[in-house]
T-cell receptor
Framework: DVKVTQSSRYLVKRTGEKVFLECVQD?????MFWYRQDPGLGLRLIYF?????MKEKGDIPEGYSVSREKKERFSLILESASTNQTSMYLC???WGQGYTIYFGEGSWLTVV | KNEVEQSPQNLTAQEGEFITINCSYS?????LHWLQQHPGGGIVSLFM???GKKKHGRLIATINIQEKHSSLHITASHPRDSAVYIC?????????????FGKGTHLIIQP
């Protein structure tokens, strides 16, 4: 079975801190994604990577950056966390558009 | 941006009932995903379909391209089916991931 593993389930960070959310997939997928999910807004794409060191901005990239140094690992970075980044963050991976998409368990981030 | 509308937003039913969740979308999709999210957050892909019908256990997904509509059915519903069900349309030429998500249907099955 495909496994997408997010390093932290629950985090509490202070405003201004740098936050790293890590994601690892074990199926050699080309594509990896970071989404955030907020009540009433559904899933929104933050960043997408289609290969090592390659990335594209999604719908809401402001305040975030990403890193993909190895194919299996995709990191989301909040350079200076703010309270409006309190949310649930979901990592996902797939072979490509038109293929099944696999999600991690989610990371609940609270910024205080 | 392309829209995906789900209905109902919330649904409470008794164990054993037949459940239908609807998803409508704009023209130009190449596939549609149905996803399930249990309390606690993790999302599981149930189906991806571009035409016709797919079945897995008690779950059935259908899509009608001409009517721009997909349905997810649950037969003999059970409390463990309680979850949020999300449809996501893959639009040709869409954004980075090509996906537009619905806001989800929150399903509660009471024993």
């Amino acid at each position: 079975d495909v496994k997408v593993t997010q390093s932290s389930r629950y985090l509490v960070k202070r405003t201004g801190e740098k936050v790293f959310l890590e994601c690892v997939q074990d199926m050699d997928h080309e594509n990896m994604f970071w989404y955030r999910q907020d009540p009433g807004l559904g899933l929104r794409l933050i960043y997408f990577s289609y290969d090592v060191k390659m990335k594209e901005k999604g719908d809401i990239p402001e305040g975030y950056s990403v890193s993909r140094e190895k194919k299996e690992r995709f990191s989301l970075i909040l350079e200076s966390a703010s309270t409006n980044q309190t949310s649930m963050y979901l990592c996902a991976s797939s072979w490509g558009q038109g293929y099944t998409i696999y999600f991690g368990e989610g990371s609940w981030l609270t910024v205080v | 941006k392309n829209e995906v509308e789900q209905s109902p937003q919330n649904l409470t039913a008794q164990e054993g009932e037949f459940i239908t969740i609807n998803c409508s979308y704009s023209v130009g999709i190449s596939a549609l995903h149905w996803l399930q999210q249990h309390p606690g957050g993790g999302i599981v892909s149930l189906f991806m379909l571009s035409s016709g019908k797919k079945k897995h256990g008690r779950l059935i997904a259908t899509i009608n391209i001409q009517e721009k509509h997909s349905s997810l059915h649950i037969t003999a519903s059970h409390p463990r089916d309680s979850a949020v069900y999300i449809c996501a349309a893959l639009y040709s030429g869409g954004g980075a991931d090509g996906l537009t998500f619905g806001k989800g249907t929150h399903l509660i099955i009471q024993p």
